[in-house]
């Protein structure tokens, strides 16, 4: 018999025989009817209302479904809320998913949930263009903020779900384009109402450690509602403070999230991720190959090119130095065959040279002078008293000689003093003839006659010969040592009296004597300038 549900129904008001006539069970038994008609409605339901009086306990979500003619309480189990795209909240229409569940005990009537989704699709776009607008204004979409990615990383990190398909490639291709290359993994929920916390962790642990260059985020595709977490604001903030570039690989989808949008570089599937940040090692020998030859023949050309400039340079600074050169050369030449006139040993060499030149001369005078008055005092007189006077003027011209001899010979250098021996020799040999001669002409002599016109001859032809002498010793006395030495000129040397003519002649430490107008000096060598 059914029972009446409204006012409007007929039966709605019976008299009280018809209530106790119906007989009365318990409240178990009440109980247990209405649990097995619920239990006969076995199938799934899915129902559509709003979210309100929401309240969380130990991961489980209680909260009431309703609707402007009814409401219904929704038990959603900690089991189940990890694997959702999207947990209830207060005031948000959602679909929800699962069975009717009547508990005796509590006499209650719940609705166990399976599955949430909103319902409002428009309003869920409508709040990402809202967030979008704001991190466009913020600048998070520029690519001046966009960090490039490193040639060749010390280490990949992918943030992505541990198991599955998506890891397994990209850690193939990175291997596979280069194997030595480290791969740290950093395990994420990616799908699900937790995912974005979960990403947004995981990337600030990999950023924190540092032992990676890049990081790939990572993920194998899915529709808007299953990719809606990267495009949450933890997720874009996670992204935006990393200091490691990240490359996004969120799988093949005609809409860009915002995660992709703030990305450093966007790749649509893992293995282009893979290929974007590992260079391919094969082919990077072969490069390397080719620039090191490239590199080598271009070394080869420059310094080919520079050793040529340096030649064609050279030759030219040859040329201008010697154009540059010749007239100091010239002019040390003119200067060195100055200062050999002026040294010390040049103007001894010279008045030497001239010194032999007016000897040579004075011999030939002398000894043209002394035949010629020989033969008139032959022809003439053999007095002995000019013969005495002759043989005395000599003894006093070869003693003068030898004093001179003896006084060059105390204060001149050996080759002077050599030079000036042999000079005297030679005037010795040639009064020694002179002697014989008139000692053999006044032998031949038997007449007196003309003695004193012969005497005068002689006294005159001596006069004139001890004045030549007498400039021929002036002339040695001026080239003599001693009076280069009165001019402030020394004569240096060793040990052995052997003169120094070069500073090449001695060494550091020698003894050495230098002679002075006036004394001399005991001196060591110091220091030897060449």
């Not at 799934?44 to 489980?60: A, D, F, R, T």
């Not at 590199?295 to 040859?318: C, I, K, T, W």
């Not at 010795?428 to 001669?437: D, E, S």
């Not at 280069?484 to 020394?490: A, K, Q």
Request: net charge positive; glycine share 6%.
């Amino acid at each position: 018999m059914a029972l009446p549900f409204f006012e409007g129904d007929p039966t709605y008001r019976q008299p009280d025989a018809y209530w106790q006539a119906l007989g009365w069970i318990t409240v178990g038994r009440a109980a247990e009817r209405i649990r097995e008609k619920i239990g006969e409605w076995r199938h799934p339901i899915l129902v559509k209302g709003e979210v309100s009086g929401l309240n969380q306990s130990n991961g489980h979500y209680f909260f009431t479904l309703k609707d402007e003619l009814a409401q219904l309480s929704v038990f959603l189990p900690a089991t189940v809320a990890p694997a959702l795209n999207a947990l209830p909240k207060n005031g948000e229409t959602c679909l929800v998913g699962g069975r009717l569940q009547f508990s005796p005990r509590f006499g209650k009537l719940q609705f166990v949930a399976a599955w949430v989704q909103y319902d409002d699709i428009g309003r869920m776009h409508a709040e990402l263009e809202a967030l979008k607008r704001k991190l466009e204004a913020q600048g998070a979409f520029r690519l001046e903020r966009k960090r490039p990615l490193p040639f060749l990383p010390r280490a990949v990190a992918l943030v992505t779900s541990p198991g599955g398909a998506v890891i397994h490639d990209l850690q193939v291709t990175i291997q596979k384009r280069f194997p030595e290359m480290p791969i740290l993994v950093y395990p994420a929920q990616v799908q699900g109402g937790q995912a974005a916390g979960s990403v947004a962790a995981a990337l600030d642990c990999c950023n924190q450690d540092a032992r990676a260059d890049v990081v790939v985020v990572a993920r194998g595709g899915g529709s808007f509602e299953d990719l809606y977490p990267f495009n949450t604001l933890p997720i874009v903030e996670a992204i935006l403070r990393s200091r490691l570039p990240v490359v996004t690989a969120l799988g093949h989808t005609s809409d860009r999230t915002l995660a992709d949008l703030v990305a450093d570089v966007e790749c649509q599937t893992p293995t282009a991720a893979a290929n974007r940040v590992v260079p391919e090692k094969a082919r990077l020998s072969a490069d390397l190959e080719r620039s090191r030859r490239r590199l080598e023949r271009y070394l080869d050309a420059l310094v080919e090119a520079r050793v040529r400039e340096v030649s064609q340079g050279s030759d030219h600074l040859e040329r201008l130095a010697a154009a540059a050169l010749q007239p100091r050369l010239q002019r040390l030449q003119s200067c060195r065959r100055q200062l050999a006139a002026i040294s010390p040993a040049g103007q001894l060499e010279l008045r030497d040279r001239h010194l032999r030149e007016q000897i040579t001369r004075l011999e030939r005078l002398a000894q043209a002078a002394l035949s010629g008055s020989l033969q008139a005092l032959a022809a003439r007189c053999g007095s002995a008293r000019v013969l005495r006077s002759l043989e005395d003027r000599l003894l006093r011209t070869t003693t003068e000689v030898a004093r001179r001899r003896e006084r060059l010979a105390a204060v001149a250098p050996l080759q002077v003093a050599v030079r000036a021996a042999a000079v005297v020799d030679r005037q010795h040999r040639v009064l020694a003839a002179c002697r014989q001669t008139v000692d053999a002409r006044t032998a031949a002599l038997t007449t007196r006659q003309g003695h004193a016109r012969v005497a005068r001859s002689i006294a005159d032809r001596l006069a004139r010969s001890t004045q030549a002498l007498e400039q021929q010793r002036r002339r040695l006395e001026a080239l003599s040592p001693e009076g280069v030495l009165s001019r402030g000129y020394s004569i240096t040397t060793d040990a052995s009296g052997r003169v120094l003519v070069s500073a090449r002649q001695t060494a550091p430490g020698a003894p050495i004597s230098v002679r002075l107008a006036a004394g001399s000096l005991a001196a060591r060598v110091e220091e030897v300038k060449p």
